[in-house]
């Protein structure tokens, strides 16, 4: 008798523990196909967020800010839906979380700070997307091309792409380059101390007067700046639009030697004086 009842309770113990066990795999396949769908959705919901600030003429960091702390927002979400569809305790996500929160802030310090450091570029505006910067730090510079959470990306001048770290651009100095839709170039010139200044002042005149790309509008200043060791060092100061500035900067180099060498203005050069044994100098 004891055996006959053993031998049901045996085989119910059985008989549930299999139920329980297909009633757990077919919760796990069910959360899952339900989690894959949910993140193409959220890929989706990614898109439409894109599409609607850029609709609203939202600024493209702010965008791009506001769609990723959005899904990050949404992936926590259907994971605690998920665990607790799986039976999990809310109690014991929860505690979870909160513990793993402590132990990976602790652990990313580094990311928090560049997290912190995106906010304050969006919400202070010292650049956008678009505008060209130079980092005091490590003197990186190009054009912004995308503020992230944690990073910020500019491309260079030679199409190379440089990610920054938030953190460290939110505590430099940056020179944000087309704040203004002009820009100020400062150019030195030296010539001989025989060669007449008051006709190299005006040759280097007239080059930035016949340069179209030079505003007119803004002062052109043509002076003396130093005398060196070996020549007279004349600088000049000018506005150029900003796409402009390179290509206007090389363009008056060339015209000003130009003009130098069809006038007869000496640029000096270093050279070196040997007196040989019948002392007869050789240069």
């Given at each position: 008798?004891?055996?006959?009842?053993?031998?049901?309770?045996?085989n119910?113990?059985?008989?549930?523990?299999?139920?329980?066990?297909?009633?757990?795999?077919l919760?796990v396949v069910?959360?899952?196909?339900?989690?894959?769908?949910?993140?193409?959705?959220?890929?989706y919901?990614k898109?439409?967020?894109?599409?609607?600030?850029?609709?609203?003429?939202?600024?493209?960091?702010?965008?791009?800010?506001l769609?990723?702390?959005?899904?990050?927002?949404?992936y926590i979400l259907?994971g605690f839906?998920?665990a607790?569809w799986?039976?999990i305790?809310?109690?014991?996500?929860?505690?979870l979380?909160?513990?793993?929160g402590v132990?990976?802030?602790?652990?990313i310090?580094?990311?928090?700070?560049?997290?912190?450091?995106?906010?304050?570029?969006?919400?202070l505006?010292?650049?956008?997307?678009?505008?060209?910067?130079?980092e005091n730090n490590?003197?990186?510079?190009?054009?912004?091309?995308?503020?992230?959470?944690?990073y910020t990306?500019?491309?260079?001048?030679?199409?190379?792409?440089?990610?920054?770290?938030?953190?460290?651009l939110?505590?430099?100095?940056?020179?944000?380059?087309t704040?203004?839709?002009?820009?100020?170039?400062?150019?030195k010139?030296?010539?001989?101390?025989?060669?007449?200044?008051?006709?190299?002042?005006?040759?280097?005149?007239?080059?930035?007067?016949?340069?179209?790309?030079?505003?007119?509008?803004?002062?052109?200043?043509?002076?003396?700046?130093?005398?060196?060791?070996s020549?007279?060092?004349l600088?000049?100061r000018?506005?150029?639009?900003n796409?402009?500035?390179?290509v206007?900067?090389?363009?008056?180099?060339?015209?000003?030697?130009?003009?130098f060498d069809?006038?007869?203005i000496?640029?000096?050069?270093?050279q070196?004086?040997?007196h040989?044994?019948?002392?007869?100098e050789?240069?």
């Open positions: 008798m004891f055996d006959t009842v053993f031998g049901f309770l045996k119910s113990i059985n008989e549930a523990m299999v139920i329980k066990f297909y009633s757990l795999a919760r069910f959360c899952g196909a339900i989690f894959i769908i949910l993140l193409q959705a959220v890929k919901f898109k439409f967020l894109r599409k609607t600030f850029k609709r609203l003429k939202v600024d493209d960091g702010i965008a791009g800010f769609t990723s702390s959005i899904a990050v927002g949404i259907v839906i998920v607790q799986l039976g305790d809310a109690a014991s996500i929860v505690a979380l909160g513990s793993a132990t990976v802030g602790l652990a310090q580094g990311s928090l700070s560049n997290i912190a450091g995106g906010v304050l570029i969006l919400i505006k010292p650049f956008k997307v678009g505008d060209y910067i130079i490590k003197m990186n510079e190009g054009t912004v091309t995308e503020i992230g959470l944690i990306k500019l491309v260079t001048l030679d199409n190379k792409t440089v990610i920054l770290p938030n953190g460290s939110a505590n430099t100095s940056i020179v944000n380059v704040q203004t839709p002009f820009r100020l170039i400062d150019m010139f030296d010539i001989a101390y025989s060669a007449d200044t008051v006709l190299a002042k005006n040759l280097i005149r007239e080059v930035l007067e016949n340069d179209e790309a030079v505003l007119k509008e803004k002062p052109i200043e043509v002076a003396m700046e130093s005398w060196e060791s020549s007279v060092k600088c000049s000018f506005y150029v639009l796409e402009n500035f390179r206007t900067k090389y363009r008056v180099l060339e015209n000003v030697k130009t003009s069809k006038n007869n000496e640029i000096p050069f270093p070196v004086v040997v040989n044994a019948d002392d007869h050789i240069k």
